[in-house]
Each structure stands twice: as structure tokens, then as C-alpha cells.
């Protein structure tokens, strides 16, 4: 399965600042995924990223609020824009190879 | 809405014994099915999938699908301590998106 690699693997931010989070793989992928993980809780799905095409996100998340690149079929950014206490989370970049998907070790992330 | 449900557990299960994870979901269109482990503070990494009605077998894990009774699970025989951690259902029903279940902590006492 591919290597993937996640900046920074954790994060303390101040409330109304911006993170951007960066997923890069060893090998090219056509399709990216970005989740969110709350605190005791399962895997959301954020958004579909695809090189070469605009994010498709998942109901309840909008792209002002969560902002994806995919320059790409190697990498991918997401930035958590104007944050609050609630964003606090570990988000995940996963790929697709061969129709299973596979997780980066993920972005902690605490907002004050 | 699609949804996929797991025991939250705890599961307890002394060592060398059989786990049981159960992980039934709502979309009859559903055509692949994972598991993933997690350990506490770590991402989730893909342990077995299962596209067929029956059994698939891989070392001390055998993934089980029921698509006519919408039922998914994983046994993990001789439990090992290090078998501790969270186990994650996935179900992939067309398109590349995965749902999860909330999973189910799996505690293997020595």
C-alpha cells in the first residue's frame, strides 16, 4: 500500500487562525480523501479531492470553511479556516489504490 | 441515509479466545466491506475486506458477509493483548466513499 505522510502531525491553534494541513503520498493516486475524527467518535468523510477538479464535499462541510487543494496525484492540502473550539479534531488524508483506502497517521488538532 | 452500526463495547475477551466484532448497515446497494484497527492515538489501518457472501480468512482474522441479512464481522482467534484497540466497520456501497461505523473497543485480558 502507498506511504502517506501528513504535516504537521499536530497543532495548537488560536481561535479565528487558519491551519493548512498537508497529505503527500509516494505514489500517484487519482483519488484523495480528507476525514475529520472527533473525540470519541468515528470517521467523517470532509471531502472528495481529485487532481485536476474542484473538492466535492460532504453535506455539512463547505469549501470557505474548509479549503482543498490537489496541485497533483501526489499531494493534497486542506486548511481549516477561522477556527473554534469545535474544529478541534484529528483530520485524516486517505487514498484509494485498488479500491481499498488507506489512512496518513493524521493531524491533531487543538484549538484555545 | 446510509448508516452502519457496531457494538461500542467494551469487548472483553480473555487471552486466546475467540473475538466476535459485529457491524450490520442499512444500504442493501452495499457491494464491499472493511475493517480497519486503531489503536488508541493512531489512524486507522486496514486489517481485512470482504466483497462476497461466506468467509475470508487471513492468518488469525476470517472477515464473515451476510449481504441477505446485511451483517458483517470480524473473529479474531487466539487473541493476542496487542489485538487491543478499536475496530472499525467500512462499507462501500458504489462509489469510492467509505461509511463507518463508531466501532468497537476490543480489550484482550492477559
Known amino acids: 500500500s502507498a506511504v502517506i505522510s501528513q504535516k504537521p502531525s499536530r497543532d495548537i491553534c488560536q481561535r479565528g487562525t487558519s491551519l493548512t494541513i498537508q497529505c503527500q503520498v509516494d505514489s500517484q493516486v487519482t483519488m484523495m480523501f480528507w476525514y475529520r475524527q472527533q473525540p470519541g467518535q468515528s470517521l467523517t468523510l470532509i471531502a472528495t479531492?481529485?487532481?485536476?477538479?474542484?473538492?466535492?464535499?460532504e453535506s455539512g462541510f463547505v469549501i470557505d470553511k474548509f479549503p482543498i487543494s490537489r496541485p497533483n496525484l501526489t499531494f493534497s492540502t486542506l486548511t481549516v479556516s477561522n477556527m473554534s473550539p469545535e474544529d478541534s479534531s484529528i483530520y485524516l488524508c486517505?487514498?484509494?489504490?485498488?479500491?481499498?483506502?488507506?489512512f496518513g497517521p493524521g493531524t491533531r488538532l487543538t484549538v484555545t | 441515509q446510509k448508516e452502519v452500526e457496531q457494538n461500542s463495547g467494551p469487548l472483553s475477551v480473555p487471552e486466546g479466545a475467540i473475538a466476535s466484532l459485529n457491524c450490520t448497515y442499512s444500504?442493501?446497494?452495499?457491494?464491499?466491506f472493511f475493517w480497519y484497527r486503531q489503536y488508541s492515538g493512531k489512524s486507522p489501518e486496514l486489517i481485512m475486506f470482504?466483497?462476497?457472501?461466506g468467509d475470508k480468512e487471513d492468518g488469525r482474522f476470517t472477515a464473515q458477509l451476510n449481504k441477505a441479512s446485511q451483517y458483517v464481522s470480524l473473529l479474531i482467534r487466539d487473541s493476542q493483548p496487542s489485538d487491543s484497540a478499536t475496530y472499525l466497520c467500512?462499507?462501500?456501497?458504489?462509489?469510492?466513499?467509505?461509511?463507518f461505523g463508531k466501532g468497537t473497543k476490543l480489550s484482550v485480558i492477559p
Open positions: 444500504d442493501r446497494g452495499s457491494q464491499s
Open positions: 467500512a462499507v462501500q456501497a458504489g462509489s469510492y466513499q467509505l461509511t
Open positions: 486517505s487514498v484509494d489504490q485498488g479500491s481499498k483506502q488507506y
Open positions: 470482504i466483497y462476497s457472501n
Open positions: 479531492a481529485n487532481q485536476g477538479s474542484e473538492a466535492t464535499y
